[in-house]
């Protein structure tokens, strides 16, 4: 009976009801142990059903804590476990199957590489299951779940709200140290509503207390039981059937006795009625409290050590007196009961419990990471049962799976427990290096002298290196450029294998190539490998990207940096070895040649790729290459579909730095969309602290803000942060790229400084010419004809342009500007009506505003900004309408621009208004006519 929880029923049926709407809902139910959530999450558990909805469930333990996904496993595993091969295929289609690397190991082609790409796939998977009926999720004792499986949580919550899915979750109000973050993030989001049940009233523990003694109570006796149990629904329960066995009738004169039947007395009452069955339901109980989660007789039989049909005659009599559910799987009533029944077990005893569990779970085929969630609590070297094979042996493998699925974490608690066990040199080493690759991946501090350790006790001098190797990557791709070239320098010492020697020796150039420090050292071992391409000498395709990569970078020869970029991106090895780092450069030096047809079509490739596989790290590098790509030659409109799309991902990601590249594209875009105090903003939110290296991405992160200060005001911000940028590139030997010196030329000019503009732009200028750059070439001629007031450079600069429209729009803004000033009017209109044509056209707000100023100080009326037609599209609105014209569906949209379909739904809504037309298949010819 539930009493006094009107308001508490009545907010599950509104999130019911938005569910069955088709908006998501979060209902979140917080109290102290007893306070009935359990019992309302059971009552929407039957409402939900009766009404038709799927019911997926789940309930965390202080054990599953460090079962990773087990939350995740517990909800879906049994959905899938009911379903055909047809049924299973048509759920996991698109990105859904991404989820069956955790949930379904045996229909899984390979396991994704990050848990982001699990996270989309299971959120897919839950909006799949959505089609055929509201979804009803439901998670009692929230702040036990593993914290992966709260992180799950988390992504799925933002993105619900277009969902009929209805997230119902209880958790107590203590904070727990490392899920507080993701458990406050849960709780304070716009769609989670609070329910906090309240103690029970004076008038409905009257009704209870009659109805558990079967007599009307005095009141002085019903005062006393709501004074001794604080109103606590399961107290009151308790304490009534305590009671009620005691021969209590009620009466004011034996209120005194029920404080002896208090909470405190609850554990011996619960243990003392399951030893009245019988010793071995007390066995029973505490087989099912050491498996942590609703299990079948069968199993509990294992645990317990008996036969299967004693346990169910066992359970069933645990049924009658209240201990356990009344249904199959075998459960607890309560979560109060599970805890005491488990604290009441010896110490001595756990460890064969925990022992027994594992092999339990190891029966039922379940994973490595089921049966290493037990044996982490069994002390070391203890022999385990049938068919449980060693603890080593299972510890190690999950933590090897916990690694490949995302939870660090987890893998490090199971690589150290299974350190602990006896086994041989060659397996500690692996486990040593398990260890230490999730202490890299969780920053942990120690973790790069755990792995250097491990390695200078490795036998074999190739294997050293290749774990050397792997160190090597770590540290990179951390912006820790010193280290990772000092270690790559010190795994070439003893190195026999020439190939992986080839493959360290192009590392140890790559890294020492962008990195100050180190660029010296490195030049002549990289002009040894321009000569030997010159020659035609055979070089491996790392090499072959890295001379590419190196001719860019000094500015010494672009036509030819670029035609062997463009070799390797038609090599498909290029990106099927596995090793990014020739990728990366490789595209780096497409973009800066100015490659734009290839580079672009490889990061369309790219993003396609990650749309498949649901890698956001992926999708935030094509995004963020191909918003740089689209901004040099223009399509400023697309260019911001694509900043908009590395923005929302840098939202929803968790690390807490991120590549310069991204913010450095990003920040562009904004800065030419005008917003430059965002791209200020974002740097300071998102860059890494400073200082910042002395390293190549940062060259151009100095860069792009001293652009930013510059075009929000702050031109001696400008300046200092433009000569930081050259220092940088200067001391890296760095040609025109980045393009420091027009950043800071016209921070100069701003203050005053004509001549020191002038020379910066001359610099420029031959920089560009040397490397044979037309883009950077045509820019420092306008610099400069700017500088000089030089009519001939400037219209130099514009015929240098024809098809680098950002440029070409800047060149004609200071051509007309002189032409104006030089008093030759009907030519500057000419020039700035074209620029501010194009300039409103193709999205470049920054030099629209500047034309329309230079066109009003010249006498005539800018164009007025249109509210209809292309023009008028937002970013997210092109980037929807992109994907739309490839011919997927809203669905494949979502999947593939990682939004919801609702986002899809309203962006194609409100673009068909502007662009005045009714259907999907009229966007081709209305995105065209522009």
């Not at 229909?107 to 994704?112: L, V």
């Not at 300046?719 to 001391?731: D, E, K, M, P, R």
Request: net charge negative.
């Amino acid at each position: 009976m539930l009493l006094d929880r009107d308001v508490e029923i009545a907010a599950l049926d509104r999130g019911l009801e938005s569910a069955r709407a088709g908006h998501g809902a979060v209902v979140w139910i917080e109290g102290e142990a007893g306070a009935g959530k359990t019992r309302l999450l059971g009552a929407l558990r039957d409402r939900a059903r009766e009404q038709g909805a799927h019911v997926l469930s789940a309930r965390g333990g202080p054990l599953e804590q460090g079962y990773a996904w087990g939350a995740v496993r517990q909800l879906l595993d049994p959905l899938l476990s009911t379903l055909d091969d047809a049924q299973r295929a048509e759920l996991t289609t698109g990105a859904a199957g991404l989820s069956l690397a955790i949930l379904d190991g045996a229909h899984a082609t390979a396991p994704p590489a990050t848990d982001q790409q699990l996270m989309h796939g299971l959120h897919w998977l839950v909006a799949n299951l959505t089609d055929a009926a509201p979804v009803v999720l439901i998670v009692d004792d929230l702040q036990w779940a593993d914290l992966v499986s709260l992180h799950w949580l988390s992504y799925l919550v933002r993105r619900a709200e277009s969902l009929p899915l209805l997230v119902a979750l209880s958790t107590r109000p203590e904070a727990h140290s490392d899920a507080a973050p993701v458990l406050d993030a849960l709780a304070d989001d716009p769609l989670t509503r609070h329910l906090r049940p309240r103690a029970l009233s004076g008038a409905a523990i009257t009704t209870l207390t009659a109805e558990a003694l079967a007599t009307q109570p005095e009141p002085a006796f019903a005062t006393e039981v709501e004074r001794v149990t604080a109103g606590n629904p399961f107290y009151v329960g308790a304490l009534l059937r305590e009671a009620r066995d005691a021969g209590l009738k009620g009466r004011a004169q034996e209120a005194p006795r029920l404080l002896a039947l208090g909470p405190d007395s609850i554990a011996r009452s619960v243990l003392r009625r399951i030893t009245a069955v019988g010793p071995d339901a007390l066995t029973v109980a505490r087989a099912l409290a050491a498996l942590e989660e609703p299990a079948a007789p069968e199993a509990v039989a294992l645990v317990a050590d008996l036969e299967p049909a004693e346990t169910r005659t066992l359970a069933e009599r645990l049924m009658d007196i209240g201990i356990l559910d009344e249904r199959l799987p075998l459960d607890f009533a309560h979560p109060i009961v599970r805890a005491a029944v488990a604290d009441g077990v010896p110490l001595a005893e756990r460890p064969a419990l925990n022992a027994r569990a594992a092999a339990a779970f190891a029966g039922q085929g379940a994973g490595a990471e089921r049966i290493a969630a037990r044996l982490v609590h069994v002390p070391a070297r203890t022999p385990l049962p049938p068919p449980l094979d060693t603890a080593c042996a299972h510890l190690g493998d999950a933590a090897a799976a916990a690694l490949d699925r995302g939870a660090p974490s987890a893998a490090l608690v199971y690589a150290r427990r299974a350190l602990e066990e006896d086994t041989s040199p060659a397996r500690r080493v692996e486990l040593d290096l398990l260890a230490a690759r999730a202490e890299a991946l969780e920053h942990a501090p120690g973790w790069e002298e755990r792995w250097t350790g491990v390695v200078a006790r490795m036998a074999d001098p190739d294997l050293r290196a290749r774990a050397r190797l792997q160190v090597v990557g770590v540290l990179a791709s951390i912006g820790e450029w010193e280290r990772a070239t000092a270690l790559a320098r010190e795994a070439l010492e003893d190195l026999n294998d020439p190939a992986l020697r080839t493959m360290l020796e192009a590392h140890a150039l790559q890294t020492g190539l962008v990195h100050a420090d180190y660029a010296p050292s490195v030049a002549a071992g990289v002009q040894t490998l321009i000569d030997q391409e010159a020659t035609g000498a055979v070089l491996t395709l790392y090499e072959r990207a890295i001379v590419a990569f190196a001719l860019q970078l000094w500015g010494a020869d672009a036509a030819r940096a670029g035609d062997l970029a463009e070799a390797l991106v038609a090599d498909p090895a290029l990106f099927a070895s596995g090793d990014a780092s020739a990728a990366h450069i490789t595209m780096t030096t497409l973009m800066f040649t100015g490659r734009h047809h290839t580079v672009m079509a490889a990061f369309d490739a790219l993003c396609g790729f990650a749309a498949q596989t649901g890698s956001r790290a992926m999708m935030l590098g094509g995004a963020s290459g191909r918003a740089m790509g689209r901004m040099l030659v223009g399509d400023l409109l697309a260019a911001d579909g694509d900043a908009d799309a590395v923005l929302d991902l840098l939202d929803d990601a968790a690390q807490g730095s991120f590549d310069p590249f991204h913010l450095t594209s990003v920040g562009h875009v904004l800065i030419e969309r005008g917003r430059a105090a965002d791209a200020l903003a974002l740097i300071a939110e998102r860059a890494a602290p400073e200082p910042w290296p002395a390293a190549y991405q940062f060259a151009f992160l100095h860069n792009v803000r001293a652009a930013a200060r510059l075009a929000a005001g702050d031109a001696e911000g400008a300046l200092a942060g433009a000569l930081h940028a050259g220092a940088v590139a200067q001391a890296l030997n760095c040609g025109p790229i980045p393009e420091w010196r027009l950043t800071a030329a016209h921070a100069q000019l701003r203050l005053g400084a004509k001549a020191e503009a002038e020379q910066l732009a001359a610099d420029q200028l031959e920089a560009a010419r040397r490397a044979g750059l037309p883009r950077a070439t045509g820019a420092a001629l306008a610099t400069l004809g700017l500088a000089r007031a030089d009519l001939d450079l400037l219209e130099e600069a514009v015929a240098q342009l024809p098809h680098d429209e950002l440029d070409l729009t800047r060149a004609e803004l200071f051509l007309g500007g002189a032409l104006r000033r030089a008093g030759k009017r009907s030519e500057a209109l000419e020039v700035l009506h074209r620029a501010a044509e194009r300039a409103q056209r193709r999205g470049m707000t920054l030099l629209a505003g500047a034309l329309a100023d230079e066109l009003r100080v010249a006498g005539a009326r800018p164009r007025r900004t249109l509210a209809d037609g292309v023009e008028a599209l937002t970013a997210a609105e092109r980037r929807v309408i992109e994907v739309a014209i490839a011919g997927k569906t809203n669905r494949e949209i979502a999947q593939t621009l990682f939004l919801t379909q609702k986002t899809v739904e309203t962006h194609l809504s409100s673009a068909y208004r502007k662009l005045d037309i009714s259907k999907r298949s009229q966007l081709a010819d209305a995105m065209s006519a522009t």
